[in-house]
């Protein structure tokens, strides 16, 4: 049996109908299994799925009861209904038993996963049969829609832009697009617009001409005939924004103090943590550039949106550890694993494996790791017995995240843009703990933690 149906929860789910399908009739497509591909266009009130002949839709999968459920037309909206099947009947990764369904919503009979949409809507994209695209894995839905897209714009040049939270593995992915296009025996070259300053980034980017001096070629040239990655590219600054729009519609760059223009031909690639779409509401992003940057716009999900995948993380990383230090999690562990939000998202996940494997007194991958210089956790930890375990965890966690929140800042007096980059953190994410312990960045402006040299 898969993960997927593994990891979901055996619990009865109930939407209410608020949002209703508007009109008669919907389309199914099925999205992995035998059928993988395949639509159906149905007008029925009622619809049964199942291995059976019998069935309105007959799916050929083992892990597909007879008649395993059906989805029924209640006025405008639509229920999917389990028939008492061995393996469950789902709605976004969550078990149900009876549930009103919306447009969008991908259904699971056993292990074979179904779209319900709109009959009038477009045709999409299907999620990857595969588990990765480049080193980057993951099994969830989540991910292989991800990978779908990008196998299918990687061989073309058409530009990608690439959103998600810090440590989801946009930089992976842009290096894997360019490993999987016509142009991966050219340049890969990086530049990151949010750790550097306007004027070095300009030269960075276009190259300059000093006097006598030889010229220095700026990544546009570097990456010609290849592949050039804008990473964090919200951050550039308005006044270039319009130099690298100029660049990328002409294929052309004049070096900063030079004035012979120089032919470019590279393939774009951008990434973001920031909702440029709101930039460009707000005035702080230009629109052309944007649209330029998005002709495909990829949103890569973070952590704790595909759960599922963290376990087959946590086996890729201690893969790589050395043979014989590394044990893996059990069961509580893995809860707490799994459980856990992920702020740093794929990086911290990785970070903690490491950490783990070097420091916990026996190899055992877990969140919670000696403190101390190796004292025991039951010295470096205090329960109150009248707690419940989750009760313990929640409050452990909200002792760890003020204390680290305060010290975050100290170091960074006050700096949330160095704050977060510093803790691999999503600036959003860390506004919001912020706000949730009620602490002001402002009170620690100019409080710089003190360093002493060993």
């Known amino acids: 049996m898969s993960s997927d149906i593994e990891m979901s929860i055996d619990s009865t789910v109930v939407h209410d109908a608020e949002d209703p399908l508007r009109h008669v009739g919907y389309r199914l497509l099925v999205l992995s299994g035998e059928l993988r591909g395949r639509e159906f266009d149905i007008t029925q009130d009622l619809v049964r ?112 832009l690439l959103e998600g939270e810090t440590g989801t593995g946009k930089d992976l992915l842009a290096r894997a697009i360019h490993d999987a296009s016509p142009r991966r025996q050219q340049p890969f070259v990086v530049v990151d617009c949010g750790g550097t300053a306007s004027a070095a980034l300009e030269v960075e980017l276009f190259g300059a001409e000093q006097g006598a001096q ?23 600054p308005m ?10 519609e002409s294929r052309r760059i004049r070096r900063v103090g030079g004035s012979d223009e120089v ?18 509401s707000e005035g702080t992003f230009r629109d052309d550039l944007y649209f330029i940057l998005a002709v495909v716009a990829n949103k890569v999900p973070p952590l704790r949106e595909r759960r599922e995948d963290i376990p087959l ?14 044990r893996s999690p ?27 494997a070097y420091l916990s007194p026996n190899g055992g ?4 790791t000696p403190v101390n210089g190796g004292a025991s956790r039951e010295a470096a930890v205090s329960f109150d017995p009248t707690l419940t375990f989750r ?43 912020l706000r949730r312990y009620g602490i002001e960045a402002k009170n620690f402006a100019g409080r710089g933690e003190e360093r002493s040299e060993a």
């Open 365 to 368: 991958i877990d969140l919670i």
């Open 49 to 160: 799925l199942g291995k059976s002949r019998q069935s309105t839709i007959v799916i050929p999968d083992d892990s597909v009861s007879r008649t395993h459920a059906e989805i029924r037309r209640e006025g405008d909206a639509y229920r999917f209904v389990d028939l008492g099947s061995t393996n469950g009947t789902f709605i976004g990764g969550a078990r149900i038993a009876d549930a009103f369904i919306r447009p969008g919503d991908v259904l699971a009979i056993g292990r074979v996963q179904i779209r319900f949409m709109p009959r009038d809507s477009r045709a999409e994209i299907l999620p990857s049969t595969a588990d990765h695209f480049g080193p980057v894995r993951g099994r969830s839905l989540a991910m292989r829609k991800v990978f779908g897209v990008l196998e299918r714009v990687a061989g073309a040049d058409v530009t990608v």
């Open 391 to 433: 009760e313990q965890k929640e409050r452990a966690v909200e002792i760890f995240e003020e204390a680290y929140l305060a010290w975050l800042l100290q170091r960074s007096e006050g700096n949330i843009s160095r704050a977060a980059r510093e803790a691999d953190m999503d600036r959003k994410y860390l506004h919001k703990l």
């Open 313 to 326: 993380l946590i086996e890729l990383f201690s893969r790589r550890l050395p043979p014989g230090m590394w």
């Open 263 to 280: 032919e470019v031909d590279v393939r774009l690639i951008a990434a973001t943590q920031t909702d440029l779409q709101a930039m460009v």
């Open 330 to 356: 059990d069961g509580e562990a893995m809860a707490r694993l799994v459980g856990y939000d992920w702020p740093g998202n794929v990086r911290e996940l990785r970070n903690v494996v490491e950490r783990s």
């Open 214 to 236: 030889p010229a220095r070629p700026g990544a546009f040239e570097q990456a010609n005939l290849g592949t050039l990655f804008l990473d964090d590219v919200a951050e550039m």
């Open 239 to 248: 006044e270039l924004q319009a130099k690298v729009l100029r660049a990328i």
